[in-house]
C-alpha cells in the first residue's frame, strides 16, 4: 500500500470522502499522523503493548510485522568503533549513531531506534572466537567490572546502555576486537508525494501491517478532534491486530 492509499483508507475511515461536503485535511496533516501511528505501532510490537501483549519475536506474527525494519549482519562487514572506556579496563563501548553510518551496509545509512542482540569478536593471547552476549541492570555491572580487588570470570559478555552509548563487560583477559548489532532501524518518514532523502511514498512496514497503521491515525485524530467514535475505533484497532 503506497501512502497515496493510505491516505484514502484514512478519509474513508474518517467519513471524509471526497464527495461530502465535510472539513477535510491538508496531505501533510494525514503524512504526520501516519508517520506518528507507525512510531506508535513499531513501539506495541517491539515491546509487548499490544492487544496480543507479545514483544518482537514472542510469536511468528511479532516477528513477521517488524521483518523490514531489523538490520541483521550478514557476512563480512566492519564494524562500528570501539572505545575504551575511560575508568572501566574491562569495559569498551559503541556508540549507537556509529551503527548505521555504513559500517554494516556500505550502500545504506539508517538510522538506530532499538537493540535486539549483538554477537562479539573476542580475543586472548592464542585465539580469537565469537560469543554471544546478555543484558546487564546497572545495579549489577559493579560486581562485573574489574578492579584493584576484583577480577571477574566472565564467559558471556555482557550488555549495558548508558548516554548513546553500547557498552560491552567482557572477561578481563579477554579483548572485544570487533562486534555485530542487530537493531531495529527508524523506519523513513511517509510523505504523500515528492519524497526527499530520509522519505518515502510507500510504507516499509510489511502490507499487513498497514490497516494496523491506518486504524491507529484514525484512532489518533479522532481522539484529537474530540470525536465520539473513539471507543468505536479502538475496537477496531484491536480486531486489525
Known sequence: MIVAEMHDAVRLG???SSNLPLPSFLP???DYWLNEAQIQIIKQKAFGNNFRKEGFEDSVKRIEDLATLVTIPEGTYASPPLYPHPFYPNVQYIEKGDIGN???FPQLSFEYMYYVDSVVNVSTDTKSFQLGTRLASHDKIRNLIETEFNKPVIRTPFVYFYEDK???IHDPDHTVNSVHVTCIRKPKEMVYSNPSPGQT???ELPEHVHPEIVASAINMILE???SPRQETNIQQLTLKE
Do not use: A
Request: aromatic share 16%; glycine share 6%.
Open 14 to 16: 474518517l467519513d471524509k
Open 28 to 30: 501533510e496533516e494525514i
Open 102 to 104: 555504513n559500517y554494516y
Open 166 to 168: 553500547i557498552g560491552y
Open 201 to 203: 511514498i510507500v510504507c
Open 224 to 226: 484529537n478532534i474530540e
